[in-house]
């Protein structure tokens, strides 16, 4: 059992290595993202204007006939003054050829309070410039930056393997005979001497100190690349996980979606409506809508809240409809186990020491993937260069 064990941790952990590296060293980075991408680009964030706010559909409004080519999916409104309003925009829809203009999506920062832009980029293009570092990796963290689902689907199968060998690594930690806790002291300590002997201890002791952690890591990886298809339907065995409005409007036929009949200010108001009726009383932060299935969602509260926003979903056809909410404390335990994954893996379900712990243990990652690799690296040399020594002894 041990040797089947020791050969699944071995290959599952070299297929993983390099996609966990990569992961470990960009979310050390982004563990501070909105900060490391508002110190890289000033002009993004800082809002000089003075006073009350606009309200975001005029916002919105503003943006789109000074653009007609395009159109607001997605707003980020300030959870703090003098601080810019974010506004996703795409191409609308050629009515002479029934295609989306030739236009690229952007990301453009208005004035919240005199509606001027502030600045625009073009979210997750490559690579290291200061307007694009900090979306490209996020992206590239997400999903490799991979076209398509592509990258989403290959790092929630990495994220499963790796949780797989969370429970793999431990179990051959684990002493053979009695007493346990004596046997099994030495994993827990790092030796120093020897080169060989120090990667195993770091491997090995650092994924043991830091397994309790590690793990949830782990799982929100899962979380947050396949809610739907693998980790609700997992977590729904124990408690109901239902599927999200995507999903739930993603399954309807397309002609039972209805088509959008207001803008941007009327889905405010319905926002604030659907929210004084559940007893939200935070200020609005977020407000998008999807164009495919037909529906607005919003979100309450800081964008930095321990367990995340609140958010409710409402008719692109009758605002009166609400078609669902995710509130955190709210729901089965299911629902509250899913909510909690996004503020786990960032680390802010701790606040600032949490996402501290957070980019500390993205090192943690890279430095097991690293030495993982190194270790299987001298096994694998060891019988070569013990031939090399007959070899050479025997000439």
């Known amino acids: 059992m041990r040797v089947a064990l020791l050969l699944l941790h071995r290959y599952v952990g070299l297929a993983i290595a390099l996609f966990l590296f990569l992961a470990g060293v960009t979310g050390t980075v982004l563990a501070f993202h909105h900060e490391l991408d508002e110190w890289l680009n000033p002009a993004f964030y800082h809002a000089p204007g003075v006073g009350e706010p606009l309200d975001p559909g005029a916002l919105a409004e503003g943006l789109e006939q000074r653009y007609p080519r395009m159109q607001v999916w997605y707003m980020e409104m300030p959870d703090e003054p003098q601080h810019s309003a974010l506004l996703a925009l795409v191409p609308r829809t050629d009515p002479a050829t029934g295609e989306p203009f030739a236009e690229r999506p952007v990301v453009r920062y208005l004035d ?8 625009s980029r073009h979210w997750g293009e490559c690579c290291f410039s200061s307007e694009n570092l900090v979306p490209f990796l996020l992206e590239f963290h997400y999903n490799l930056a991979l076209p398509g689902s592509w990258g989403i689907w290959l790092m ?8 797989l060998d969370c429970f793999v690594s431990l179990l051959l930690t684990l002493p053979r005979g009695r007493p346990l806790l004596r046997k099994w002291a030495p994993a827990w300590r790092i ?7 120090t990667t195993l201890d770091v491997h090995r002791a650092s994924g043991l100190w830091l397994w309790l952690l590690l793990l949830p890591v782990a799982v929100s990886s899962v979380a ?10 997992v977590v729904s065995l124990f408690s109901p996980a239902p599927a999200s409005v995507y999903a739930a ?31 939200l009383v935070a200020p609005i932060t977020e407000l998008y809508y999807s164009f495919e299935y037909n529906f607005y969602g919003a979100g309450f509260g800081a964008h930095d809240d321990p ?4 958010w409710v979903f409402f008719h692109g056809t009758d605002g009166s409809q609400l078609l669902g909410q995710e509130i955190p404390g709210q729901g089965s335990w299911g629902e509250r186990f899913f909510r909690l994954q996004a503020p786990i893996h960032g680390g802010r379900i701790l606040g600032l020491p949490g996402r501290v712990l957070i980019a500390a243990l993205g090192l943690v990652v890279a430095v097991l993937s690293v030495t993982g690799v190194a270790i299987w690296w001298r096994k694998h040399r060891a019988p070569v260069r013990a031939r090399e020594r007959r070899l050479a002894q025997a000439g």
């Open 112 to 119: 919240p309070v005199t509606g001027a832009e502030l600045g």
């Open 156 to 163: 929630g199968i990495v994220a499963m393997l790796w949780v």
């Open 249 to 279: 409007r993603g399954a309807m036929p397309a002609d039972e979606l209805g088509r959008t009949a207001y803008g941007y200010r009327e889905a405010y108001q319905h926002a604030l409506g659907h929210g004084r009726e559940l007893g």
């Open 307 to 310: 367990q995340g926003n609140a």
């Open 191 to 197: 030796k120093t001497g020897n080169l060989h002997r």
């Open 224 to 233: 947050m690349n396949l809610p739907e298809q693998v980790f609700k339907p």
